[in-house]
């Protein structure tokens, strides 16, 4: 009897942990978002500072790559869309980014022509357009992050 209980213990403890290592599994495209996500904080802290424009001008390619690389790749959530929708999603997303990739330019500009205060507004609006697509295209258990 007691050996059925243990064993139960362990399998019940096997299920629960394959499935939160599940949850927790990093896509690549989260890996891309990781990335912009340390650029992005660092920018948003020193983009005022003029004294700072060539590393922040580094940090926007950064940010800039990464989003490149993110139009290539689908939200881990189409998958939990019908398949009649999924392109449509898809197409929304890709749309979204490449408003971002504007943005993002947008303020590159912006800090070529040494106007930070213009700069800093445009990065706040990068920051909304984050929520926003998070909002729409990022999966509800990841939100957490
Ligand atoms: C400053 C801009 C942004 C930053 C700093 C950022 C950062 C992040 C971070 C840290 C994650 C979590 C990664 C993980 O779970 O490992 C994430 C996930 C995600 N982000 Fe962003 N993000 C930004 C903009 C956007 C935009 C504009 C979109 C959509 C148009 C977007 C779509 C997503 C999606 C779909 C995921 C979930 C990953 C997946 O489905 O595989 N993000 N982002």
New binding site residues.
């Given amino acids: 009897m007691k050996i059925r209980v243990l064993l139960l213990t362990l399998v019940c403890s096997l299920a629960f942990g394959t499935g939160a290592y599940a949850a927790d599994k990093?896509?690549?495209?989260?890996?891309k978002?990781?990335k912009?996500?340390g650029?992005?904080?660092a920018l948003r802290r020193q983009i005022s500072d003029a004294s700072k424009n060539e590393d922040s001008l580094a940090k926007l390619k950064t940010?800039r790559d990464m989003?490149e690389a993110?139009l290539k790749?689908?939200?881990?959530?189409?998958a939990d869309k019908p398949a009649g929708e999924q392109k449509k999603f898809v197409e929304s997303?890709?749309a979204?980014?490449k408003?971002?990739l504007a943005k993002v330019d947008a303020v590159v500009a912006a800090v070529k022509a040494g106007k930070n205060d213009e700069a800093a507004k445009l990065c706040g609006e990068?920051?909304d357009?984050?929520k926003?697509?998070?909002k729409?295209?990022?999966?509800p258990d990841?939100k957490k992050?």
């Avoid at 990093?26 to 890996?31: A, P, V, W």
């Avoid at 790749?73 to 189409?78: E, G, R, T």
């Avoid at 729409?136 to 999966?139: G, N, T």
Wanted: hydrophobic share 35%; charged share 30%.
């Fill in positions: 990093e896509t690549e495209l989260g890996s978002m990781e912009m996500g650029a992005f904080r940010i989003a993110s790749l689908d939200p881990a959530m189409k997303y890709q979204d980014m408003k971002f990068l920051g357009m984050q926003a697509g998070h729409q295209y990022k999966k990841d992050k």
